[in-house]
């Protein structure tokens, strides 16, 4: 049983900056892909950055430059630091975990004030 439990989110102003942890437990292979999406509404979840165990990154082309992940393999955490936050970055943020199927945090709400 894998379960990931995020932290972080929340209120803040465009131009500001939030940060999102995420834990994973479990039966968690030593290669993996742990990352973030993200649903909008009215929009479709997307992809948002990801992390290989190797160290492979992923972004989202709208959040190149301002958000960077990182993760501590053995701790099984990954973290989203989110900068120059705009209205448009306002959704729900999912970790994700991937191993060889997809696992899901129940998401943390994002909102960016104009």
């Known amino acids: 049983q894998v379960q990931l439990v995020e932290s972080g989110g929340g209120l803040v ?5 939030l940060r999102l942890s995420c834990a ?3 039966s968690i ?5 742990m990352g973030w999406y993200r649903h909008a509404p009215g929009k ?9 165990s190797g160290g492979n990154t992923n972004y989202a082309t709208s959040v ?5 992940i990182s993760r501590d393999n053995a701790k099984n955490t990954v973290t989203l630091q ?3 936050l705009k209205p ?3 959704a729900v943020y999912y970790c994700n975990l ?13 909102i960016v004030s104009s």
């Open 29 to 33: 292979f030593s290669r993996n892909t």
């Open 64 to 68: 190149k430059g301002r958000f960077t």
């Open 44 to 52: 479709q979840r997307e992809l948002v950055a990801t992390m290989s």
């Open 24 to 26: 994973a437990s479990g």
């Open 88 to 90: 448009e970055d306002t």
């Open 82 to 84: 989110m900068n120059s």
């Open 13 to 17: 102003q465009a131009g500001g900056s």
């Open 98 to 110: 991937w191993l060889g199927r997809h696992y899901w945090g129940r998401g943390t709400q994002v």
